[in-house]
């Protein structure tokens, strides 16, 4: 395994699943950044966003944005329940670096940032960011809102990707 999706309440920062996949090395990324392509759709009535993986291609993340409804995510397919990761005593080391991906014009950028980094104290003490911190690891911050219009934060997630190259 060397990428996990983590999906967590933005509110509450408590995890509500994750994904644990395995993607060939990539020879050719930057060093500096996260591996990934983002499309944005945005949305009229109907948008969405992916992440894919720059080495394949492969999708990382779906997820459909909906005017007055609800999206979801539907890619990856594997996701496990939250309570499937578990709690360890001590928070893992921090990561090499940690990466945000904001999409969001409006937003202001320290916020954001700040808000990010609660939810990475709230999920650093899980044992699969334990297994990702045994070697050099990256992180990746996305706020998924699955509606369009006013902001709903109870609809929000963070998602926060875990990586490593190998």
Not at 41 to 61: A, K, Q, R
Not at 137 to 160: D, E, K, M, Q
Request: hydrophobic content about 40%; glycine content about 8%.
């Amino acid at each position: 395994m060397n990428l996990a999706v983590l999906i967590t309440d933005y509110l509450t920062h408590e995890v509500k699943g994750g994904a644990l996949n395995y993607y060939p090395q990539c020879d050719t990324c930057d060093a500096d950044s996260l591996p990934f392509q983002i499309d944005y759709d945005p949305p009229g009535d109907f948008g969405s966003v992916t992440f894919t993986y720059t080495e394949t291609g492969d999708t990382l993340l779906f997820g459909t944005i909906i005017w007055l409804g609800r999206g979801a995510i539907s890619y990856p397919d594997n996701i496990l329940p939250g309570n499937q990761f578990g709690l360890l005593p001590e928070a893992a080391p921090d990561p090499a670096d940690r990466q945000y991906f904001d999409q969001y014009p409006s937003v202001d950028k320290v916020e954001f940032k700040a808000r990010a980094d609660t939810a990475w104290a709230h999920v650093k003490r899980l044992d699969i960011v334990w297994d990702f911190a045994a070697d050099d690891y990256r992180t990746g911050f996305f706020l998924y809102t699955p509606a369009v219009g006013p902001f709903v934060p109870s609809a929000a997630r963070w998602i926060i990707f875990l990586y490593r190259n190998g």
